[in-house]
């Protein structure tokens, strides 16, 4: 049970907006603390793709951002394309835990 | 160019012990803290441990999962860092990444700096480590 709560599976059909929620609680997200956001293309690492609640990275397209409300945050992608496909994680701090939080991960699939 | 690459992972039995390496290049390695992950088949990631800078005293944190079994050290003369796993189990079969870390601020309620933890803007490609009979 992941401390931060993602939906398991998202989907969209090319050129479409999807976004993935990341839920977190008062001693998490809603305490101030920014995300974070990963992706994993299958098979591969993950890489950085969010930081910050939402600034991207170097190489990271604008089809990406980030936002942050209260106790939750979301990752949009716009004009999805096929090379999109892959898990994303979001990454917070739980001051209860002491710790990063992550979330358990979403599946994006283009349809 | 910026790069991880780990090594030292394959099979080993159960209660058998084994050192993972990360093998940095491209940075200043000793200026970074480095955390290990892992990511069990068909499974999300798990957070396994860090270890700071030699400035923030080399101290390192575990998740209780392998808290007195995993010890993480670092080598900057090298730009290596290391994950020792003692006592395996099987269920530390996974595929494990190190990382490279940097400091994502917190602030209190009055909007003033206190602490940081990290976030990780740099990935290994990983090394699998399978724990089996």
């Known amino acids: 049970q992941s401390v931060l709560t993602q939906p398991p599976s998202v989907s969209g059909a090319p050129g479409q907006r999807v976004t993935i929620s990341c839920t977190g609680s008062?001693?998490?997200?809603?305490?101030?603390?920014?995300v974070h956001w990963y992706q994993q293309l299958p098979g591969t690492a993950p890489k950085l793709l969010i930081y910050g609640n939402s600034n991207r990275p170097s190489g990271v397209p604008d089809r990406f951002s980030g936002s942050k409300s209260g106790t939750s945050a979301s990752l949009a992608i716009s004009g999805l394309q096929a090379e999109d496909e892959a898990d994303y994680y979001c990454?917070?701090?739980?001051?209860?835990?002491?710790?990063?939080?992550f979330g358990g991960g979403t599946k994006l699939t283009v349809l | 160019e910026v790069q991880l690459v780990e090594s030292g992972g394959g099979l080993v039995q159960p209660g058998r012990a084994l050192r993972l390496s990360c093998t940095a290049s491209?940075?200043?390695?000793?200026?970074?803290?480095m955390s290990w992950f892992r990511q069990a088949p068909g499974k999300g990631l798990e957070w396994v441990g860090f270890i700071r800078s030699k400035v923030y005293g080399e101290t390192t944190e575990y998740a209780a999962s392998v808290e007195g079994r995993f010890t993480i050290s670092r080598d900057d003369s090298k730009s290596i860092a290391y994950l020792q796993m003692n006592s395996l189990k099987t269920e530390d079969t996974a595929v494990y990444y190190c990382?490279?870390?940097?400091?994502?601020?917190?602030?209190?309620?009055?909007?003033?700096?206190?602490?940081?933890?990290?976030?990780?803007?740099?990935w290994g490609k990983g090394t699998t480590v399978t724990v089996s009979s």
């Open positions: 990382t490279r870390d940097r400091p994502s601020p917190m602030y209190d309620s009055s909007g003033y700096y206190f602490d940081y933890y990290y976030y990780m803007d740099v």
């Open positions: 008062s001693s998490n997200i809603g305490a101030g603390y920014d």
């Open positions: 990454q917070s701090y739980d001051s209860r835990l002491s710790g990063s939080v």
């Open positions: 491209g940075f200043t390695f000793g200026d970074y803290a």
